[in-house]
């Protein structure tokens, strides 16, 4: 327990992401940056991403600099990456044994999510071709949510950033909410998005009133095959993240 509360204040960038104590007292493996060896395919990046997250504590920064160092190469992934003319997909990659989910998403030109929220979870997103737009909201208060219905008291966007290929943004519910966009008239995006722990539904919010409607998670393909109709991909509105 002793070195719980060492490991607790030495390392003030991990987040716990599970309850086991023995795996929380590990050492401090996969906290220094300096440490990391450059991940050379899509394959050696999923590996030592199962390893960093077999651990019960995890680096943000770490992570993020792990992912940030793949080169994307189209050849990797081009498997996964499937696009829908009506929105964009999300397409499974790897479940990393529980603790996560790493996924593809793909936007063709101009399409974009609707504001949410992340369920708790730790999101990363990396792009992995093409440029992604961020916009940062705050949650709604309380006030907002009771007085909506008057059309006043929208979402008001905190911030936008622009991330380019191979740069990778971070988000949880402490952040805020975002929404994600391909804003090109002309080139698809696609993403690359680790969720941990998994989610299966989050909150889509109204930007105009603030209401929010909890909304279930569906996969337009899981490990480069299309998930069939009437399971993962029903005719359920599915908004995802
Ligand atoms: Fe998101």
Not at 10 to 16: A, D, L, R, V
Not at 73 to 98: C, I, M, S
Not at 183 to 210: I, N, R, W
């Amino acid at each position: 327990m002793e070195v719980v509360n060492n490991y607790q204040s030495n390392c003030s960038k991990c987040i716990q992401i599970g309850k086991d104590t023995d795996k929380l007292a590990a050492d401090e493996k996969y906290c220094d940056v300096a440490s990391i060896r450059v991940p050379e395919t899509l394959t050696d990046l999923i590996s030592e991403l199962n390893k960093i997250f077999a651990l019960d504590r995890v680096n943000i920064e770490y992570v993020q600099t792990l992912m940030t160092m793949y080169k994307s190469n189209p050849k990797e992934w081009r498997k996964y990456a499937k696009f829908d003319q009506h929105r964009y997909t999300r397409n499974l990659v790897d479940e990393g044994n529980g603790k996560f989910n790493l996924m593809l998403l793909c936007w063709n030109e101009n399409q974009g999510s609707s504001i949410h929220s992340h369920a708790n979870s730790h999101c990363f997103l990396k792009v992995l071709e093409g440029s992604v737009k961020e916009e940062l909201y705050d949650w709604p208060t309380q006030h907002q949510d009771l007085t909506s219905d008057t059309g006043h008291h929208g979402l008001e966007c905190r911030k936008i950033s622009t991330f380019n290929t191979n740069e990778v943004a971070y988000i949880s519910d402490s952040i805020g909410l975002h929404r994600i966009e391909n804003p090109s008239h002309t080139e698809k995006a696609v993403t690359l998005h680790l969720y941990s722990p998994p989610f299966q539904e989050c909150y889509c919010f109204d930007k105009m009133t603030g209401h929010s409607t909890v909304s279930k998670m569906t996969f337009w393909s899981k490990f480069g095959k299309r998930t069939p109709f009437g399971s993962d991909c029903g005719s359920t509105v599915a908004e995802n993240n």
